[in-house]
Every structure is written in C-alpha cells, then in structure tokens.
C-alpha cells in the first residue's frame, strides 16, 4: 500500500442529521492534521460553507447538485487539485443530506485519484431523534413523466447505512437508551460491519473516525449495486423528488412575527437552513429539521468569520418534496418588519 496518499473521510447523512456539526468538532479538536474540506449542497447557496469554523483549513464548495454521476467528475477535480497542496494531511468531504454514499466512493476509483488519495473511511450520521418518522415518510411525487407516484424516504436512508464503515446516532440524548438500542440493532442487521458510535450534539472523538482505514477496495467492488450505480444517469433529487427554494431578503424581519412562522409549517418543508436578520434583534442561525427550530446567535460564528462578509440580508434554503414555494414566499415576506414594508 502507498503510505504517501492522502487519506480522505466523507461524510453522509440525511438532511438534519448533524453533518456540519459533527464536522466542525473534528475541525476543532486538536488532532494536529492540516484538513482540507469540500462541502456538497444540493441547493445553490451553500449555507454550510459559511456554518463551518475553519482556521487554516483549505475549504471547497460544490453547490446546486449531488455527487452523483453530474457532479463525480467536479469531485475526481478536486481531489487531484487537494493532492497537490503542499502539507496536507486529511481531506473531508461532507455530503448533502440526500446524497447517497456509493457514487462518492466511486470517485476514488475514477482517472488518477488512486495514485494521489484514497478513502479512509465513509461515515453516516443519524437524527436518532428523527430517524423512524424520516423512514417511515412517504410523499406523493411527479415521477420523470410527470405521473404522481408514492416516494418512500426509506430506501435513500438504508442506502446511506448500508454502504458505509462508521455509524453516528446523533442527538442521543433525546431518545431513550431503549430507542438507542432499537435504532442500533437496526443498524446491525443491515451493516453488521459497520462501527457504530453515539454523540450529543455531534461531539464526537476525532481517532474514531479519521485515519482509521475503515474503506476496503476490494469488498466496495463487490458491493451489490456497485456496477449498476457506475451508468446512472440520474441524480438523488431526480429519484425522490427533492426540491430547493433559495428565499433572499434585503429588508430586516420583525421577531415576533417571524417566531409565529412555525406555530403552523408547511410538512413537505423537511430542511430549512440559513441566516436572518431583524430590525431590532441580533441576526440569528436558523435550522429547521425534524419537526424543530433552533434559533442560534450569529456572534456564535463571528471569530470565524472571514473579513467582507457581514450579514445585511436574510438568506435562508428550504429543501423538501413538493414545497408550497408561493406561499412560503408570502409568509416570509409577511415578516418583514412593519418600518421597511413595501
């Protein structure tokens, strides 16, 4: 084996599952390593990229897709670019929260990626408080010729343990040991090779999870739909019919108002994610997944912040399946603070 290349760990996980944050603990944790990071959204403003406390670290964007068979190429790209950086020890690839890991991994097989990197390990993250009802979804979709169609989540989700070496029941400490230990059994039976770890808050321990060479080539080879993924020709968000809708607002909104949003929100919202700025309040973080809202102060990323990137306007990414985006629109635009108002 090359002990000269480049290891790299992807991360994958359904939308809300706690990606980004289990990304900056391993960012922040003292482990020593020069990390360059790439970053996958499905929408096209990558709300992650500016979520994600770097200090030297190398980071790349690669928005408005999937690293599927449209965006595999852009990956192999990157990789080649990152294993040229002089002194660079890791590499991390978060993917978006409906991307499913196979076509990922088979980037690394692709031209001259495995002179230069290979993948350590492939990591899934779960809502373990949100898990069973993202499986157990099912939404009514426009299939390619336009026929509405029932669209199960579960397949996406089983894809994403099933292909993988490291398991993380995320958010444990808002289920039960019992829940635990359902969602963990579960996991067993259908990856029983899989690690399986716990965290609150996405705090995990940086040795279990990087350059921990996890990855095997040869059993990835013989991985059932290994050679049926390498010809398609669709994406995820072509296959479960997800959606994005980017909302942008130059004119500060009123608290009160936009608090009273999520009394009563639209369910085909599954994802929100984003920055919002009042007229008389601090701006905030805004995630939505799961069925709850948190709300944290921007100060919390501001000694990350790189310079010329003051917030002034609110900008917020919904993602869901068959989104009302109209009425979303108006009822943002409705909170708007009464003093700015057109």
Known sequence: MNTSLIPASVLVGFLGSGKTTVLNHLLTEKHGRKIAVILNDFAELNIDSRLVRRADERLVEMSNGCICCTLRQDLVDELRELSQVAALD??????????????????????????RVRLDSIITVVDAAAFWNDFNRSDIIADENGELVE????????????????????????????????????????????QIHRSVHGRVDPSLFIDVRLFDYEVALGAEGWDEEWVQDGSEAEEYGFHTFVYHQACPMEWNHFLALFEEWPDEVLRAKGFVVFADDPP??????GGSVH?????????????????????????????????LRDRLDACVATAFAR
């Open 90 to 115: 890791y590499i991390l690839i978060e993917s978006t929260g409906i991307g499913e890991p196979m076509p990922i991994a088979q980037a690394f097989f692709l031209d001259d990626v495995p002179e």
């Open 151 to 194: 669209s199960p989540l579960a397949p996406l989700l089983i894809d994403q343990l099933e292909f993988t070496n490291v398991v993380l029941l995320n958010k444990s400490d808002l289920v039960t040991t019992d829940e635990l230990d359902r969602l963990d059994g579960f996991v067993r039976q259908l990856n029983p090779d899989a």
């Open 284 to 289: 905030v973080i805004l995630s939505l997944a």
């Open 295 to 327: 709300l944290e102060a921007l100060e919390s990323l501001e000694d990350d912040r790189e310079p010329g990137t003051d917030l002034d306007s609110t900008e917020i990414v919904f993602i869901g399946r068959g989104m009302p985006v109209d009425e």
